[in-house]
């Protein structure tokens, strides 16, 4: 009770510093995630609270279908569509939340303003929260250095964090700690970390799918039978050689050609963005 309690104080509190007419009770955050310049592996991820709490039955993924390679404001005018189009159509599945929140600064948020607008849905309250480097404000950065006293607590650095209003130039300044800036900040940690889970989940396949292409006496009718009986590349690659073979179709030397290659480890890269 004491948790449902404090999270209807911080919808509360958030309602108030966002200047909305009612506390929003449902909020979604989209945030999206590249993997260097590498086509085929951006990603975007919803994440949801109801009442102050996180609501995963509305958390939502996205495979981006354009070729985007780093370019936040596309892969977000792509996933905004995607899913608004949805709310348009009348899907309660997907009706829009009370409040939306970009990861991001006036850039994404302008992004956001505009496919709402577009697609007839301008009453939807928007805002954006951005990491110093996203904000590009004149706040100075926390000092390097080894000693921990010097080192911002948790909440302190929450400072650094900005949040952006459609319509005002300046970001608000919300105080430290406080639990609007908390729960704003808390529902964007989650999206990031569904974004950057499932993008590491989007890129293992889109190398395993590239490795199988790869694979000498292995044409296109051989990889369709493959992918048809086992559904992935992910499960084709926890198949023995021997599994592999039963496929109709496939020959014992491709079975164990397609086995060992896909039985190689994949390389360890840079964490996504």
Not at 113 to 122: K, S
Not at 175 to 203: K, M, N
Request: hydrophobic share 40%; glycine share 8%; with cysteine.
């Amino acid at each position: 009770a004491r948790d449902r309690q404090s999270a209807a104080a911080q919808v509360e509190a958030l309602g108030r510093a966002l200047h909305l007419r009612r506390p929003p009770r449902t909020i979604e955050c989209v945030d999206v995630s590249h993997w260097g310049g590498e086509a085929g592996t951006s990603v975007a991820a919803i994440a949801a609270m109801l009442d102050g709490r996180l609501d995963q039955s509305r958390y939502r993924r996205f495979r981006l279908r354009g070729d985007h390679r780093g370019d936040d404001y596309a892969a977000m005018r792509e996933v905004l569509l995607r899913r608004f189009e949805r709310a348009r159509s009348g899907d309660h599945r997907w009706a829009a939340p009370d409040l939306l929140v970009v990861d991001g600064g006036r850039g994404q948020l302008a992004v956001a303003q505009a496919v709402l607008a577009d697609l007839g849905l301008p009453d939807i309250n928007l805002a954006a929260i951005a990491k110093p480097h996203d904000a590009k404000d004149d706040r100075p950065a926390p000092p390097r250095t080894s000693d921990p006293a010097a080192i911002p607590a948790p909440e302190a650095a929450a400072t650094l964090d900005s949040v952006y209003l459609a319509g005002r130039k300046n970001p608000l300044r919300l105080r430290p700690g406080s639990p609007a800036l908390r729960l704003l900040a808390r529902l964007r940690d989650e999206t990031h970390r569904l974004a950057v889970s499932f993008q590491g989940i989007t890129r293992r396949r889109h190398r395993l799918t590239d490795r199988l292409a790869g694979i000498p006496g292995i044409g296109p009718v051989t990889r369709r039978r493959l992918l048809r009986a086992f559904g992935s590349v992910a499960r084709l690659a926890r198949a023995s050689a021997d599994e592999i073979a039963a496929v109709e179709g496939v020959t014992a030397a491709q079975a164990s050609a397609v086995a060992r290659e896909l039985a190689r480890g994949l390389p360890e890269d840079e964490p996504p963005s």
